[in-house]
């Protein structure tokens, strides 16, 4: 008997076809093949959200190619991921290929899920088979259907309002809105001036070490308690002349307990923070480990581990680091995130007992495994202990200083998962020890504006507020960027554009349900009800679109154009008409006034960070300058100004030297290969000046 097994993508197809026998073809999908329509909203709202689903030209052959194998094959089992996503390719599956209409009177076409691609997962899949799971199919459509009406009813009111080209989308509305609402919040900030008061100490015959003033009169300082130069001067000159001794010892053993295995946010976030990966190639690279069978399913907001998993991990610690560093039992963690139901088991590898080096993984697959692998097994081991101390230093005056100090004892879990910690080593003292004090320094800080959201910080903030799911994080992020709402800075960390503090207003006034937060997450609320038979999706449906369509009518008649022309002296090269400023989805332009019959439109002139511009000769054809320019989608790079002609660009700014004997300057072209030129590279470990050309190794600091 042939079984044909239809997977979404040919690595996973080549993994699973691995543990199957010869009765057994595996092909894959390539993902959907069936989709709402390019162009068009595709959905009936008049006929009770009925969507109209049409195979894309990129899959007509592959359906071509499955209709064929279906017709070849005795059994059909459909093997798609196990979330509503998968769910949804596997019932988009049988739609497209009819498989609901030709084997009605044969055996019915089979669905298995698995949450590891194992050949023990697939082997139990198989014994196991089950229908498909129209309340998780029906999540997937609404969630669809709801960002097609919100997209394709919004954006066509962007046009008209705003500028033609933008978009408006359920939740990447509300993510810009997030980011503008940081920034504005960054620009409103004040800082405030603050001091601390630091010692420098030594007992008899020890070594020195340093205390911090702490607390008045037995009350704790705040940190903006010492509000300027004057009054931290008061409290060092009264204290130069003090007495000071050891007035309290307080010491214990500190525990630092591991942390949970990863769930897709936490991933995306470690994978960040340690390796610089964006959110959109952690969980690509994540795909791919998993379609080879080396992690489990990598969409997942549970914390739950395997009984199987943990066995495994306890045994490979035992064996690889010894009993000590094995808790008495499994350590088991509870998932806190909203409406978590989407997999069964956090990430984790699926074999705990192939280390990195024992699979055929490099760069950053192996980097990434590596992590994966490090959290599990450290969330299975013993806490770190910490050997901790805290010393109270009396001054025999109103002011109290502390110092803290900590020695680790034992390394436990940071054996495998290291974090970053100091250890302060503090002298052994004695209660009422007489102290000297060597140096007595006060210092000026001012309060720090809020950070702005790397990737990292946003998909936190927005799995804190119920906003999205694991699957929707990283196309989010990669959405808003390509659109042009955001960008990265230098530091690589969010901000908006301009036309993005437009929309967003605009929103904000005229529909503040689309970009509520609470809102947004109560609508993954609904979409969860559904997809756990609680809710009939088309009612949802109805019950958000009938008055967001009312609405919609009515700010089409109010709202006025929100961005108005600005007059320039700048005259048109073309007509000689006036040209002026006008704002477009990348931002402001230079446009002819004599439009439509003059069409001519020039970039504005870009400045660098500094808000300096930049202007200096171009050192491959001479006759040009180097001027900053700006893409199509909004990003800044240093080009020649005679393009075509000369087709001098490179990303990163240009270092400059000065030209021998004159006052001018000049672009430094690299010392080794003499081609390309020195440009300033910002990473994390600081700048780097590097040659432009790829082939070129030159670097310096």
Same mark, same amino acid.
């Given at each position: 008997?042939?079984?044909? !097994? ?20 595996? +092909?894959? =999908? ?10 068009? /909203? ?97 999540? $997937? ?19 008209? #309002? ?9 939740? $990447? ?54 509000? @300027? ?21 307080? $010491? ?11 769930? +897709? ?7 960040? =923070? ?25 969409? &997942? ?28 039992? =499994? ?19 699926? @074999? ?41 230093? =009396? ?12 020695? /680790? ?51 936190? !903030? ?16 990669? &959405? ?10 230098? %530091? ?25 937060? %609470? ?60 040209? !002026? ?18 069409? @001519? +439109? ?20 001479? %006759? ?43 672009? #430094? ?33």
């Amino acid at each position: 008997m042939s079984k044909l !097994v239809i997977v979404e993508s040919p690595t996973k197809a080549k993994t699973i076809s691995k543990f199957l026998g010869k009765d057994f073809t595996v +092909t894959s =999908s390539y993902g959907h093949i069936r989709d709402l329509p390019k162009g068009e /909203l595709g959905v009936e709202t008049e006929k009770n959200f009925e969507p109209r689903y049409v195979i894309p030209t990129k899959a007509r052959k592959k359906v071509t190619a499955l209709k064929k194998e279906a017709k070849k094959a005795d059994e059909i089992i459909l093997a798609t991921d196990e979330d509503r996503e998968g769910e949804a390719i596997a019932w988009h599956i049988v739609k497209a290929l009819e498989l609901d209409k030709k084997r009605k009177d044969d055996k019915p076409v089979e669905r298995i899920v698995f949450h590891e691609i194992t050949e023990d997962a697939i082997q139990k899949a198989l014994e196991d088979p089950r229908d498909i799971y129209m309340d998780l199919v029906d999540a $997937q459509q609404a969630r669809r259907i709801l960002d097609r009406l919100v997209g394709y009813k919004l954006s066509p009111f962007l046009w008209k #309002k705003v500028v033609r080209g933008l978009s408006a989308g359920r939740v $990447q509305s509300v993510a810009v809105r997030l980011i503008v609402e940081k920034e504005r919040e960054i620009k409103a900030f004040k800082p405030d001036e603050y001091w601390s008061i630091k010692a420098l100490l030594n007992a008899k015959g020890k070594s020195d070490f340093s205390a911090q003033l702490h607390s008045k009169d037995g009350e704790t300082l705040d940190k903006l308690a010492i509000k @300027n130069e004057k009054e931290a001067k008061e409290i060092t000159d009264k204290l130069r002349n003090a007495n000071w001794k050891v007035a309290n010892i307080e $010491q214990k053993d500190k525990k630092r307990n591991p942390l949970p295995p990863f769930t +897709t946010s936490t991933l995306q976030r470690a994978a960040w =923070s340690r390796h610089g990966y964006t959110a959109k190639r952690t969980m690509m690279l994540a795909q791919n480990l998993y379609e080879r069978g080396f992690i489990t399913y990598h969409r &997942t907001d549970s914390l739950n581990l395997a009984e199987s998993a943990l066995s495994a991990g306890r045994a490979y610690i035992e064996k690889e680091f010894g009993s000590k560093y094995l808790p008495q039992k =499994s350590r088991r963690f509870k998932t806190r995130s909203k409406g978590a139901q989407e997999a069964h088991e956090a990430i984790r590898p699926t @074999n705990p007992t192939k280390s990195p080096n024992k699979l055929k993984l490099e760069g950053p697959q192996k980097k990434l495994y590596t992590l994966i692998w490090q959290r599990f097994l450290a969330s299975q081991m013993q806490p770190a202990r910490f050997a901790a101390t805290s010393i109270d230093i =009396s001054t025999e005056t109103e002011y109290t200083f502390r110092s803290t100090g900590q020695v /680790l004892k034992f390394d436990g879990f940071l054996k495998v998962y290291p974090i970053k910690f100091t250890e302060a080593d503090l002298p052994e003292l004695k209660e009422g020890e007489a102290l000297k004090l060597k140096d007595l320094n006060k210092e000026q800080h001012f309060t720090k504006p809020p950070a702005r959201y790397n990737e990292a910080s946003l998909v936190k !903030v927005l799995e804190k507020n119920g906003i999205g799911r694991p699957s929707t994080y990283a196309p989010i992020i990669s &959405t808003i960027q390509d659109r042009n709402y955001v960008q990265k800075n230098d %530091q690589k960390r969010l901000e908006p554009t301009e036309i993005a503090f437009i929309v967003i207003d605009l929103l904000v006034e005229h529909f503040p349900q689309v970009v509520d937060l %609470q809102f947004t997450a109560t609508m993954e609320d609904e979409l969860d009800k559904i997809a756990e038979g609680q809710k009939e999706w088309r009612k949802v449906m109805k019950d958000f679109y009938v008055p967001f369509e009312e609405r919609l009518e009515k700010k089409y008649e109010e709202v006025e154009k929100q961005i108005p022309v600005q007059e320039t002296d700048k005259k048109c090269t073309e007509c000689g008409k006036p040209m !002026v400023k006008r704002m477009g989805r990348y931002g402001w332009f230079y446009a002819c006034s004599g439009f439509p019959e003059c069409k @001519n +439109t020039e970039p504005l002139e870009e400045k660098n960070d500094d808000g300096e511009k930049f202007e200096l000769p171009c050192p491959k054809c001479v %006759q040009g300058k180097v001027v900053i320019k700006r893409t199509r989608r909004g990003k800044n790079f240093y080009g020649c100004n005679r393009y075509p002609d000369c087709d001098f660009a490179v990303w990163d700014k240009p270092i400059t030297e000065k030209v021998e004997g004159t006052t001018k300057e000049r672009i #430094k072209k690299c010392p080794e290969c003499e081609k390309g030129v020195l440009v300033e590279k910002n990473y994390k470990k600081g700048d780097v000046i590097k040659c432009s050309e790829k082939e070129c190794k030159y670097q310096e600091k």
